[in-house]
C-alpha cells in the first residue's frame, strides 16, 4: 500500500448514469447495484479522465492509502471487458448510453387517428446500443430492469412499438435466423444473472425462424440458473398481435 492519488465516488450523489464507464480506460469503474464503484485500486491510475463525464460530480480524486497501480492488471481486465461485451472493435456507435427519463428524451410528431392532428410523442428508448451483440453486459440501464428481447422486424411490424412494448423497458434485439446467434444465450445468462433482471419480454413475429427468440431465453434462464416471468408477444405480419 501507498500513499497516492485515486479516484473517490461519492454515492449519495451517483445515480448510476454510467457516462463515467466508457471514460475510464482502464476499465475501473463498474455499475454495481445502480451506483458507480471503483473495483479495484490497483487498475485507478488516478488521472481523472472520468471526472468530467459526470453530470452529478459525484466523482474526485483523493488522496489515500491504496494499491500501486498495476498496468498487467489493466491489460487483463481490459481483455475480459472486450470478451464479456463483444465491443473488441471499439466502434465509437457501440458506445453505452443511458439516456434517463422519458422527459429528457426528443419528442417526435405523429399523426393522432382521430383528430388528423400532429401531436408530439416521447421516445421510449432508454438506452444505446440495442443490438444483442453490442450491448455491453454491464450496461447501467440493465440493472434492476423488465427485459425486452425483440426480434429486428417487430418495431417496424407493429405500430404501438414503443408505448405498448419498450415502454419502461431496456431492450435487446435480435434476428434468431440471420444473426450467429451462438453466443446469445451465454451473454443473456449473464446480463439476467449479473443485473438482477425482473421480467423478459419477447416479442417476436409470427413466422417459424423467429421462434428462436423462445429458445434463447429458455437456454438462458437455465444457464442464469433463476426463475423470473417471462412473458411472449407475437406479432402478424400485417401488425396486429397475435398473442
Known sequence: MVLRKIV?????KCNGCGLCIPSCHEGAIQIINGKAKLIADNLCDGLGNCLGECPQG?????EREAEEF?????????????????????????????????GSRPQTLETDANTSEKVNINSELRQWP?????VPINAPYFQNADLLLCADCVPVAY?????????????????????????YAEKLAQIIKYNNIQSITIARMEVPCCGGLKMIVKQALEKAKVDIPV???????RGNILR
Open 8 to 12: 473517490h465516488i461519492n454515492e449519495e
Open 58 to 62: 459525484a466523482i474526485e480524486i483523493i
Open 70 to 102: 498495476d498496468e498487467m492488471a489493466v491489460q487483463q481486465r481490459i481483455k475480459q471487458l472486450k470478451k464479456e461485451n463483444s465491443m473488441g472493435s471499439g466502434c465509437p456507435g457501440s458506445r453505452p448510453q443511458f439516456f434517463g427519463c422519458p
Open 130 to 134: 440495442v443490438q444483442l451483440h453490442l
Open 159 to 183: 405500430p404501438n412499438f414503443q408505448q405498448e412494448l419498450l415502454k419502461d423497458k431496456a431492450v435487446a434485439i435480435a434476428c434468431p435466423k440471420l444473426d450467429n446467434t451462438a453466443p
Open 231 to 237: 412473458i411472449e408477444k407475437i406479432i402478424g405480419i
